[in-house]
């Protein structure tokens, strides 16, 4: 019998579960997808927000600034990628101004700090390649990146090293309300606990649903983001976001962590929550308004799209707390800003915790620490020489595109990926412009040795998404 | 396999492909003592391990060789010419001394990290897929989309299958050889979908890969969409208007559990351009002159890397040269810079070389914009030669003589496509 469930390894339950590994607690996260991560997670844009976007009326717009402000300590202690490169929101013309201010001043009253306004000339010296019909910024220096599947591995990997227990692939198919608690049954086994925590992100009223709760509906709303080619970073320096709509923050010029360029999202409401799909529209829609922002920025460059959704609910807002159901947590709705609000997330659960009769005992021995990959294509030369003495799988090149090792694909392994997809997330073997054509069969042979699995039973990302067939046998399906 | 690596070379190839063999042949027929060859993959050869269908060296040797074939040609060639050979080695980067040596820096898992100097070097790298990135397809992001050279690899290399009923998007001659290849293993290949209204691969793929076959090509008709969330299920595909633009209308869906993409390939030049070398942006490959030296003194480049070739045979010849070059350049010999300039015009895509000297004979290679026929190829107003056709898929290859270009006093040589009938002259 566990203390706490947790329903999804998103970046949410990721948290929490990291969160509750501090104290003598037995916590189990169950997700349904082969690794975490591998929902809303990996497609999210990976944005730091300073925190003056959101109103602070709201769940979302009070947890953010908190959320934000945790994250150099989370890096220190996780080391995933995250730099705090500052947001612009741009006027694209004098009508936008008042926005601006209204921004700051929202800002300011929640205590995001160093907010300042630029004006044209300021904007085009700190931003030569934006459009220069924008007339005004509002500058907001603690926005950041990170790589949000790197966060959730992070996170996990930490949990688990504290004693959390984590079970992938491992769908919740259906929830009995016992005395005392829940038993969920997931294809494999039933598991009990005592404390149940819904964090099912899209899904996540279809899981209180399973407990007969119907208070909430999440509505997906699909983001289509597009990468952009290596060779444009450095065009922008900071995330450039327009100026916001009710529905969205609008489409964005996201320099990630890496530095690569991304564009997007768009914001389209949709009925199927497996609706992961890139359209012409999409790609239309985000092209002819970033140019208009940036107009060296075209769709030619583009190497990679996908789309995610966001777990948006009829509120409009994050829904967390105990519900009529003794023990039953919803920590459902977590639209953006839920990314940067995840540390804050994490700690005001364990509070409800607490409130609904949970001990919180810190551990004595808790470790704060996961070393962060090595990445060889990141250091000087002295740093990859170094690499190479003590182990010479550093000098073979497995990804040319990102410069990936031998050695960092084992690392990625020896920390949890069990699938390309994994392997491409932990150490960005099949990320760049090649997009996995050199790599995918050596990063395939190292996991099946590793794995001793055959060829044929490596996997994009678990379930049905096998790569290759044996020859000569037909594969039924 | 030889592996050693020592002092100073006078040419150092970068990969060992066909055009990476070529110029290290060439480079030691010029005289040059020291040339070695540095190569990724645990064998020299490239892409031609995994093209074990024949049709390889009609050109060059008159005889029908298969892919590994050709490579194991010129690999035992390498080893009688006593060519240093590294295998296992990345090249992550170059940098150029003021006297004009070049220090290749390269990483292998035996020696580390290690710089390697060299009087000059010839740039193979080769070439790779575009990928699905590189285009819109609307859709899924399944397990299943991949290059037709990827496929390729799984099929020739690994002895698996990518999938049992594919569908192929382009087609490129890769696709058209996979196509039979799959069909040969049992695979179900429901069709190829290319966008233009003709075929991207050689006419003789077309027959012998598909007509033979039964496999149906549908031209003007383009994927618009993939179904499938962990893998493949099926495609919408859909012919194009004008404007190459799907036409929903008359869409239609295609089982399958695959789709192999042969859309292109690109000259891999991340190398060349760490060197700052200047490219072309049409070939995709560095300008070099007609000795095949790139923009950057000493620095040659042939095959894949410069402009993307129908077959290996023209790519060993015009590595064998850039080798004689880059060996000549070795030794000390300075040739005069070339004075004359080769630019495209009318239906003419891109030239390569993009200069000419009277000093010598050039060989000419090119593509056309758009398909032709029949029609005329103008050299300013030095040549003209009939031809039954060009099409974009096919390269065009002829000579320029040295005597042709004695009579020429001019700093600009454009070279047009010109219809048949007598067309205008403004010369």
Same mark, same amino acid.
């Given at each position: 019998?566990?203390?706490?469930?947790?329903?999804?390894?998103?970046?949410?339950?990721?948290?929490?579960?990291?969160?509750?590994?501090?104290?003598?607690?037995?916590?189990?996260?169950?997700?349904?997808?082969?690794?975490?991560?591998?929902?809303?997670?990996?497609?999210?844009?990976?944005?730091?927000?300073?925190?003056?976007?959101?109103?602070?009326?709201?769940?979302?717009?009070?947890?953010?600034?908190?959320?934000?402000?945790?994250?150099?300590?989370?890096?220190?202690?996780?080391?995933?990628?995250?730099?705090?490169?500052?947001?612009?929101?741009?006027?694209?013309?004098?009508?936008?101004?008042?926005?601006?201010?209204?921004?700051?001043?929202?800002?300011?009253?929640?205590?995001?700090?160093?907010?300042?306004?630029?004006?044209?000339?300021?904007?085009?010296?700190?931003?030569?390649?934006?459009?220069?019909?924008?007339?005004?910024?509002?500058?907001?220096?603690?926005?950041?990146?990170?790589?949000?599947?790197?966060?959730?591995?992070?996170?996990?990997?930490?949990?688990?090293?504290?004693?959390?227990?984590?079970?992938?692939?491992?769908?919740?198919?259906?929830?009995?309300?016992?005395?005392?608690?829940?038993?969920?049954?997931?294809?494999?086994?039933?598991?009990?606990?005592?404390?149940?925590?819904?964090?099912?992100?899209?899904?996540?009223?279809?899981?209180?649903?399973?407990?007969?709760?119907?208070?909430?509906?999440?509505?997906?709303?699909?983001?289509?983001?597009?990468?952009?080619?290596?060779?444009?970073?450095?065009?922008?320096?900071?995330?450039?976001?327009?100026?916001?709509?009710?529905?969205?923050?609008?489409?964005?010029?996201?320099?990630?962590?890496?530095?690569?360029?991304?564009?997007?999202?768009?914001?389209?409401?949709?009925?199927?929550?497996?609706?992961?799909?890139?359209?012409?529209?999409?790609?239309?829609?985000?092209?002819?308004?970033?140019?208009?922002?940036?107009?060296?920025?075209?769709?030619?460059?583009?190497?990679?799209?996908?789309?995610?959704?966001?777990?948006?609910?009829?509120?409009?807002?994050?829904?967390?707390?105990?519900?009529?159901?003794?023990?039953?947590?919803?920590?459902?709705?977590?639209?953006?800003?839920?990314?940067?609000?995840?540390?804050?997330?994490?700690?005001?659960?364990?509070?409800?915790?607490?409130?609904?009769?949970?001990?919180?005992?810190?551990?004595?021995?808790?470790?704060?620490?996961?070393?962060?990959?090595?990445?060889?294509?990141?250091?000087?030369?002295?740093?990859?020489?170094?690499?190479?003495?003590?182990?010479?799988?550093?000098?073979?090149?497995?990804?040319?595109?990102?410069?990936?090792?031998?050695?960092?694909?084992?690392?990625?392994?020896?920390?949890?990926?069990?699938?390309?997809?994994?392997?491409?997330?932990?150490?960005?073997?099949?990320?760049?412009?090649?997009?996995?054509?050199?790599?995918?069969?050596?990063?395939?042979?190292?996991?099946?040795?590793?794995?001793?699995?055959?060829?044929?039973?490596?996997?994009?990302?678990?379930?049905?998404?096998?790569?290759?067939?044996?020859?000569?046998?037909?594969?039924?399906? | 396999?030889?592996?050693?690596?020592?002092?100073?070379?006078?040419?150092?190839?970068?990969?060992?492909?066909?055009?990476?063999?070529?110029?290290?042949?060439?480079?030691? =027929?010029?005289?040059?003592?020291?040339?070695? !060859?540095?190569?990724?993959?645990?064998?020299?050869?490239?892409?031609?391990?995994?093209?074990?269908?024949?049709?390889?060296?009609?050109?060059?040797?008159?005889?029908?060789?298969?892919?590994?074939?050709?490579?194991?040609?010129?690999?035992?060639?390498?080893? =009688?010419?006593?060519?240093?050979?590294?295998?296992?080695?990345?090249?992550?980067?170059?940098?150029?001394?003021?006297?004009?040596?070049?220090?290749?820096?390269?990483?292998?898992?035996?020696?580390?990290?290690?710089?390697? $100097?060299?009087?000059?070097?010839?740039?193979?790298?080769?070439?790779?897929?575009?990928?699905?990135?590189?285009?819109?397809?609307?859709?899924?992001?399944?397990?299943?989309?991949?290059?037709?050279?990827?496929?390729?690899? !799984?099929?020739?290399?690994?002895?698996?299958?990518?999938?049992?009923?594919?569908? !192929?998007?382009?087609?490129?001659?890769?696709?058209?050889?996979?196509?039979?290849?799959?069909?040969?293993?049992?695979?179900?290949?429901?069709?190829?979908?290319?966008?233009?209204?003709?075929?991207?691969?050689?006419?003789? $793929?077309?027959?012998?890969?598909?007509?033979?076959?039964?496999?149906?090509?549908?031209?003007?008709?383009?994927?618009?969409?993939?179904?499938?969330?962990?893998?493949?299920?099926?495609?919408?595909?859909?012919?194009?208007?004008?404007?190459?633009?799907?036409?929903?209308?008359?869409?239609? =869906?295609?089982?399958?559990?695959?789709?192999?993409?042969?859309?292109?390939?690109?000259?891999?030049?991340?190398?060349?351009?760490?060197?700052?070398?200047?490219?072309d942006?049409v070939t995709?490959?560095?300008r070099v002159s007609s000795t095949l030296?790139?923009?950057?003194?000493?620095?040659?480049?042939?095959?894949?890397?410069?402009h993307?070739? =129908?077959?290996?045979?023209f790519?060993?010849?015009e590595?064998?040269l850039?080798?004689?070059?880059?060996?000549?350049?070795?030794?000390?010999?300075?040739r005069p810079a070339d004075n004359i300039r080769l630019v495209p015009g009318d239906n003419v895509r891109y030239c390569v070389p993009h200069s000419l000297s009277p000093e010598r004979e050039h060989t000419i290679y090119m593509r056309c914009k758009e398909a032709m026929m029949p029609c005329r190829i103008r050299v300013g107003n030095l040549m003209e030669r009939k031809l039954r056709f060009v099409v974009p898929?096919e390269m065009i290859i002829f000579k320029i003589k040295p005597d042709l270009l004695d009579k020429f006093h001019g700093d600009t040589l454009r070279i047009d496509i010109l219809p048949a009938e007598k067309g205008k002259r403004h010369d």
């Open positions: 019998m566990y203390d706490v469930a947790i329903i999804g390894g998103g970046v949410i339950g990721c948290s929490i579960a990291r969160e509750l590994s501090r104290y003598q607690v037995r916590t189990v996260v169950l997700e349904k997808y082969a690794e975490v991560g591998f929902g809303t997670t990996k497609t999210n844009s990976g944005i730091i927000h300073a925190g003056h976007h959101s109103s602070p009326d709201t769940l979302k717009g009070q947890l953010v600034v908190r959320g934000n402000t945790l994250f150099d300590q989370l890096c220190s202690e996780l080391n995933f990628g995250f730099a705090r490169i500052g947001e612009l929101v741009v006027a694209q013309g004098e009508e936008d101004i008042p926005v601006l201010e209204h921004l700051k001043k929202q800002g300011e009253n929640k205590g995001v700090p160093g907010l300042e306004m630029w004006d044209q000339k300021r904007l085009q010296r700190e931003e030569p390649n934006l459009s220069h019909k924008l007339v005004a910024a509002l500058h907001a220096p603690s926005a950041g990146v990170i790589n949000p599947y790197e966060f959730a591995f992070a996170l996990i990997e930490n949990a688990v090293d504290n004693g959390v227990e984590l079970k992938v692939d491992s769908p919740v198919l259906k929830i009995d309300v016992v005395k005392d608690g829940f038993v969920f049954h997931t294809p494999h086994e039933q598991i009990a606990s005592r404390f149940a925590l819904n964090c099912g992100g899209i899904f996540a009223d279809k899981i209180a649903q399973m407990v007969g709760l119907n208070d909430f509906t999440i509505n997906p709303r699909k983001g289509e983001e597009y990468m952009l080619d290596k060779r444009l970073m450095g065009l922008v320096r900071r995330l450039i976001f327009p100026v916001p709509k009710p529905t969205t923050k609008g489409i964005l010029i996201i320099p990630t962590f890496n530095g690569t360029i991304m564009v997007g999202p768009t914001a389209e409401d949709t009925d199927d929550r497996y609706d992961v799909t890139t359209s012409y529209d999409g790609a239309k829609q985000v092209f002819d308004f970033v140019s208009n922002i940036c107009p060296s920025i075209t769709e030619r460059e583009t190497i990679t799209e996908f789309a995610g959704l966001r777990a948006v609910s009829n509120t409009n807002d994050f829904i967390m707390g105990p519900t009529n159901i003794k023990g039953f947590i919803n920590v459902a709705g977590i639209q953006s800003p839920g990314l940067t609000s995840a540390p804050a997330i994490a700690e005001y659960v364990c509070y409800i915790l607490k409130g609904e009769g949970l001990v919180l005992k810190p551990k004595g021995n808790f470790k704060h620490h996961v070393p962060g990959p090595p990445r060889f294509g990141t250091l000087g030369i002295e740093e990859q020489q170094k690499l190479i003495k003590e182990n010479p799988l550093f000098a073979k090149i497995v990804c040319r595109c990102e410069l990936v090792t031998e050695a960092e694909i084992h690392n990625a392994i020896d920390h949890g990926a069990r699938t390309l997809d994994g392997i491409k997330f932990r150490s960005r073997a099949g990320m760049g412009r090649c997009q996995g054509g050199f790599c995918t069969t050596r990063c395939m042979d190292i996991l099946a040795k590793r794995l001793g699995l055959s060829f044929h039973e490596i996997t994009k990302r678990g379930g049905d998404s096998w790569i290759v067939t044996e020859m000569g046998k037909v594969k039924n399906r | 396999m030889l592996d050693r690596m020592e002092g100073k070379y006078d040419v150092v190839v970068v990969g060992g492909g066909p055009a990476g063999m070529g110029a290290a042949l060439g480079a030691r =027929d010029s005289g040059a003592e020291r040339v070695l !060859i540095l190569d990724r993959e645990p064998e020299a050869g490239g892409i031609l391990w995994q093209c074990i269908h024949s049709g390889f060296g009609l050109h060059y040797f008159r005889e029908e060789l298969t892919g590994p074939e050709y490579a194991e040609r010129f690999f035992e060639k390498v080893i =009688d010419y006593e060519v240093d050979l590294v295998t296992n080695s990345y090249v992550s980067g170059i940098s150029v001394d003021s006297d004009g040596t070049k220090s290749v820096r390269v990483m292998n898992e035996e020696h580390g990290m290690d710089t390697v $100097n060299t009087k000059s070097v010839v740039l193979s790298m080769g070439c790779r897929e575009r990928t699905r990135g590189s285009i819109r397809i609307p859709g899924t992001r399944p397990s299943g989309v991949l290059p037709a050279g990827l496929a390729q690899k !799984i099929v020739n290399l690994k002895g698996y299958l990518p999938g049992k009923r594919i569908a !192929i998007l382009g087609s490129g001659d890769i696709g058209l050889i996979m196509a039979r290849r799959l069909t040969l293993e049992g695979c179900k290949v429901a069709g190829v979908f290319e966008i233009m209204p003709y075929s991207n691969g050689l006419t003789r $793929n077309v027959v012998q890969c598909l007509e033979d076959f039964g496999i149906p090509l549908h031209l003007s008709t383009t994927v618009a969409y993939i179904h499938g969330l962990d893998r493949v299920e099926k495609i919408t595909v859909a012919p194009v208007s004008k404007d190459l633009k799907p036409d929903m209308s008359r869409a239609w =869906d295609v089982k399958c559990d695959t789709l192999l993409l042969s859309i292109g390939l690109i000259p891999e030049n991340e190398l060349s351009l760490s060197l700052g070398i200047q490219m942006v995709g490959g560095p030296e790139t923009s950057m003194p000493g620095v040659f480049a042939s095959g894949n890397v410069l993307v070739h =129908d077959l290996v045979d790519v060993t010849r590595s064998l850039a080798g004689q070059f880059a060996g000549e350049w070795a030794q000390g010999v300075r898929a």
